[in-house]
């Protein structure tokens, strides 16, 4: 009995979805006889995976934790840091305020590059290894979190489309059965068997299961654009769901379940992970306040210097061969004057000249910019530094990390009594809704069986209206019932399958 109401029961929504999906959208003919999109649960699951972007957002993550374990891992090598600059300054006085540092005689043009080399290693970078990493993994396990999340939302959505279709058909068999008793009614209204108030109860009957047909429209609609922004892109409004759920006995073993949840619970990994990067930024952070930093730097650097005035380079030179030449003869002058000689002197001040050679050199000396650079001494620095006393700043920072970790173990730990809870109260959510799909089972048979007599009472006279009309509400009722005990089912498993962290429906 319980399997043919069944598929009695699926056979006439089949029979009816489409010609009210027609009147729902207002389609022409041609349009009605055209084959619409069709979407199981599993495609719309993965276009929510690829399109909705509250989890994109998530799943953005991934990215960065990615990159920042990579440069954890590439704090161990040096820094190199690469510059190079070119510059230009006219001739003239150079002022700041009333200050006066002297004038210029040339323009010149400059360069300079510099090439620096920098590697330090600390207890961050020691401990910042483990710390990113799990940061990562952390990251990981909110991403499939989210997804889990998102598929249970999609799956709810998708029930809750497929719900809003069923309604539409138990709103078009409340049409169809009024239209029925208004035809049975006005057949014995016209013989004279009934008074003609009868006739006027069976349209308003008539009229109240139109209004019930209108707003079942409304709702399939409205599903169907909820389903569409849970799944990140717009649907056809014509789409059709074709996933196919079946009614089971649930025998699953409630501790089974409650360990599988402690066990693989997305969510709960997720915060596992994370209590396990509190951990390790705790760690970090206590032994880089202690540890001393080494840091070790060397580079190396040249410049460019040319004056645009060859004239002015070369009258500067000469100048100074003539310093050294008379300097030179002055020196040989105290050394005669002296009664006993300077060692050395007196000298030859001749070579002091300036030659054609020499100004040759010069001007060529002077073409370097901007790439001839004259390198600079090369420099290489240590640092070790250890701190000492810091405010009791240090002593904040792990009293700050260590209550982190120990917040996040305690998040950790109500989400596994969360869990144990949740799963508990799903299965016997499931178990009570499949009772109540079965007793209801009965009483669709009932009523239905209920309506058949009263219509066969009324059309012989041997049953009044009222006695038709309320079997037609029982009926209503108990179709009504069916419908909602049957979807209960359907929520209750999505929401026992949410709690243990995984399908748990054949196939």
Same mark, same amino acid.
């Given at each position: ?6 598929t ?7 029979r ?9 959208l ?70 700041i ?40 993994r952390?990251? !990981?396990?909110? $991403? /499939? +979190? =989210?997804?889990?999340?998102?598929? %249970?939302?999609? *799956? @709810?959505?998708?029930?809750?489309t497929? &719900? ?32 003609g108030?009868?006739?006027?109860q ?21 599903a ?30 409630v !501790?089974?379940? $409650? /360990? +599988? =949840?402690?066990?693989?619970?997305? %969510?709960?990994? *997720? @915060? ?5 990067? &509190? ?9 880089s ?27 500067s ?25 300077l ?32 390198k ?53 959510n ?33 049953a ?44």
């Amino acid at each position: 009995m319980t399997n043919d109401i069944r598929t009695r029961w699926t056979a006439r929504r089949h029979r009816t979805v489409l010609a009210a999906l027609c009147l729902a959208l207002s389609a022409t003919a041609v349009e009605a006889q055209q084959q619409p999109d069709r979407l199981t649960l599993d495609e719309a699951v993965e276009l929510a995976r690829q399109n909705n972007p509250g989890f994109l957002s998530t799943e953005n993550d991934r990215g960065p934790a990615a990159w920042n374990e990579r440069a954890a891992f590439g704090a161990f090598l040096p820094r190199l840091d690469a510059s190079a600059s070119a510059g230009f300054t006219e001739a003239g006085t150079q002022r700041i305020g009333t200050l006066d540092f002297g004038s210029q005689s040339t323009d010149w043009y400059s360069s300079s590059y510099s090439l620096g080399l920098t590697w330090t290693m600390s207890g961050n970078t020691i401990f910042g290894v483990s710390n990113a990493r799990n940061s990562r993994r952390a990251t !990981d396990a909110r $991403v /499939d +979190a =989210a997804a889990f999340n998102l598929e %249970s939302s999609v *799956a @709810f959505q998708y029930m809750t489309t497929l &719900r809003a279709g069923d309604q539409l058909d138990v709103a078009q068999r409340q049409l169809d059965r009024a239209q029925q008793n208004l035809r049975i009614v006005t057949t014995r209204v016209s013989s004279g068997a009934a008074a003609g108030t009868e006739g006027k109860q069976a349209e308003v009957d008539l009229g109240r299961a139109e209004v019930g047909l209108i707003q079942a429209q409304r709702d399939v609609r409205q599903a169907k654009l909820m389903l569409a922004e849970q799944i990140g892109v717009a649907l056809p409004a014509d789409i059709e769901l074709v996933s196919e759920f079946t009614v089971f006995e649930p025998d699953f073993d409630v !501790d089974e379940l $409650v /360990d +599988a =949840a402690l066990d693989m619970h997305p %969510s709960l990994n *997720a @915060f596992r992970a994370q209590e396990g990067a &509190r951990r390790a930024a705790a760690r970090q952070t206590k032994t880089s306040q202690y540890l001393p930093t080494v840091s070790v730097q060397t580079g190396f650097r040249g410049n460019t210097l040319q004056a645009l005035n060859e004239e002015f380079l070369i009258t500067s030179a000469e100048d100074r061969v003539e310093s050294q030449r008379e300097s030179c003869e002055f020196q040989n002058a105290i050394s005669a004057g002296l009664s006993s000689p300077l060692p050395g002197y007196p000298r030859d001040c001749g070579g002091f000249v300036m030659t054609d050679e020499m100004r040759r050199d010069l001007i060529s000396a002077n073409d370097v910019f901007p790439f001839s650079f004259t390198k600079l001494p090369f420099s290489l620095s240590v640092q070790v530094s250890l701190p000492i006393f810091t405010g009791f700043s240090r002593q904040s920072q792990v009293a700050q990390a260590s209550a982190a970790a120990d917040d996040a173990e305690h998040d950790r730990r109500a989400e596994e009594l969360r869990l144990r809870t949740a799963v508990t109260s799903a299965a016997d959510n499931l178990e009570s809704a499949f009772r109540v799909l079965e007793a209801e089972e009965r009483n669709l048979a009932l009523a239905e069986e209920q309506l058949f007599l009263q219509q066969r009472r009324y059309s012989l006279g041997a049953a009044a209206l009222l006695e038709l009309l309320d079997a037609q509400t029982t009926m209503t009722t108990a179709d009504q019932a069916y419908l909602n005990a049957l979807y209960d089912f359907h929520y209750s498993l999505i929401q026992l399958e949410a709690a243990v962290g995984r399908p748990l429906r054949d196939g």
